[in-house]
């Protein structure tokens, strides 16, 4: 095989990225060809996805693709965001929006489904952290408004490669963030499905990661670009394509995903679900090449983002990166927030929310003032560092992990002043990776999958998902080395 050309669709719940993979000289070349806004949308009193105009947005993406490539594309793969997924009619289309993981259904459905198994017992059958919106809440939810339990769904990354031509499964990594796999094996837990009465027929095949599903057959198929491209599915879960994305060597690292969301953990050879676990409420996700990302969710940039959409909507229009300019120049704020509070995962006057906690506490306010933006993003900042610094030391004290260098990718590995703070909290060395590690990690296990094999390189068939990201990652760490004029 010659040198393939690959597209990686990374979905965000902000933006979704299409990204093509060329070669020159036996050097990889990966290009940002399309990026479009994805936000929830409110849909008969809920919170939902838009999932035709997402569609619309990768099939565009995908034409750009086969426009800048001029050539077949040999493999495409989709990563997303886990949890939310599509329910799929007798016919096999979408009966409506999917719903978003924010929508508050789920609030009431956890602590039903937590009275229906123990929590112990829950934590001990999956290993996965508890989260209001993971699948399994989302479905015992869906029963509860009558909603037909027959019908088949699909997690987000994996419906999207069924619209193209794939087969409708369930990729590892992705099936384990629903709390439904059972502990240590590729299957469905029954004995969730029949105590919460759920469909045990309706759940998807499990297949593993980097398995061929199908080709492109959709409209696109039609295109000569398309006509014989394989859909692989990736580390389907951002998270686990992110953690693939590093190339880190060794065993005394850490790694922080960050964007809405602060995934903090380690890679293991095998779960972790002792008590000490549980209580710490940390979860063993499936990772490429069969590892195990133990971490924990952390609340993440959503909380400054939520923030800035709040002043904005009263002219403040200061960007990002002025903001933490200026909290850079900031002191260390007197007392620090509980970022992991339930109710800041709720959109809305995030502000107030935060004066809100403080006010529970006994605490003054950040500032009476909820436009002093400088003052509430300098907490954030400090708050998260602080957060993160509390999960490593967790994850040594019950891994028995040494750790000295934390990996930071994802959006939020631009922000120099949050991993500077991390860096004074934790101890440890703090590696700025890429902002786009899914991408790279998406198509790391494509590469892996198709085995490719130069005939001017020392043999690379068979190399793992890490050997890839290290041929990926340039040693500067910089991803995308042009952009597409057609974007």
Not at 88 to 113: K, M, Q, W
Not at 253 to 280: C, D, H, M, N, Y
Not at 387 to 395: F, G, M
Request: charged residues 25%.
């Amino acid at each position: 095989m010659n040198e393939p050309k690959l597209v990686a669709i990374d979905l965000g719940a902000e933006s979704c990225r299409l990204s093509l993979l060329r070669w020159t000289q036996g050097k990889p070349q990966i290009t940002l060809v399309h990026r479009f806004p994805n936000r929830p949308i409110e849909e008969h009193g809920s919170l939902r996805w838009d999932i035709e105009a997402i569609y619309r947005g990768v099939l565009e993406g995908l034409l750009r693709c086969a426009e800048v490539a001029n050539d077949r594309i040999e493999a495409i793969g989709v990563d997303g965001w886990a949890v939310d997924y599509v329910r799929l009619n007798g016919s096999g289309h979408a009966i409506g929006n999917p719903f978003c993981y924010r929508d508050e259904r789920t609030v009431e459905a956890e602590r039903e489904v937590c009275r229906r198994i123990p929590r112990e017992r829950l934590y001990a059958l999956t290993g996965i952290q508890f989260l209001r919106f993971n699948t399994v809440y989302q479905l015992f939810a869906d029963s509860k408004q009558k909603i037909d339990q027959s019908f088949k769904w699909l997690n987000l990354p994996e419906y999207l490669t069924y619209r193209l031509g794939g087969d409708a499964v369930a990729e590892m990594t992705n099936a384990t963030h629903s709390q439904m796999v059972q502990l240590g094996t590729q299957e469905w837990c029954r004995e969730i499905f029949e105590s919460l009465d759920l469909d045990f027929a309706a759940a998807p095949d499990i297949v593993p990661t980097g398995s061929i599903v199908g080709k492109v057959t959709c409209a696109l198929g039609r295109i000569d670009a398309f006509r014989e491209t394989k859909l692989i599915v990736p580390a389907c879960h951002d998270t686990a394509s992110a953690v693939a994305g590093i190339p880190a060597e060794g065993d005394g690292w850490a790694f922080i995903s960050s964007g809405t969301w602060s995934l903090v953990g380690v890679t293991l050879e095998a779960p972790v679900a002792t008590e000490a676990a549980r209580l710490k409420n940390f979860t063993n996700l499936g990772g490429a090449d069969g590892k195990i990302c133990f971490l924990k969710n952390v609340n993440g940039m959503w909380l400054l983002q939520q923030c800035l959409e709040h002043w904005r909507g009263r002219g403040h229009l200061l960007s990002v990166a002025e903001l933490i300019d200026y909290c850079g120049r900031s002191g260390e704020p007197e007392y620090l927030l509980d970022v992991d509070d339930p109710e800041l995962l709720l959109p809305g006057n995030m502000p107030a929310k935060i004066n809100t906690q403080f006010q529970r506490a006994g605490l003054p306010p950040v500032s009476r003032n909820e436009n002093d933006v400088v003052a509430f993003a300098n907490i954030i900042l400090h708050s998260l560092a602080a957060r993160y610094a509390e999960v490593l030391k967790d994850i040594q004290d019950i891994t028995g992990k040494k750790l000295s260098r934390l990996y930071v990718v994802g959006g939020g590995s631009k922000n120099t002043v949050l991993n500077r703070l991390t860096a004074e909290r934790t101890g440890m060395e703090v590696v700025p990776g890429p902002a786009e590690s899914a991408t790279i990690g998406n198509f790391a296990v494509q590469l892996s999958t198709l085995g490719t094999d130069y005939t001017d390189r020392s043999a690379v068939r068979g190399r793992s998902t890490a050997n890839w990201a290290s041929i990926l990652v340039p040693s500067d760490s910089r991803l995308f080395v042009e952009k597409s004029q057609v974007v």
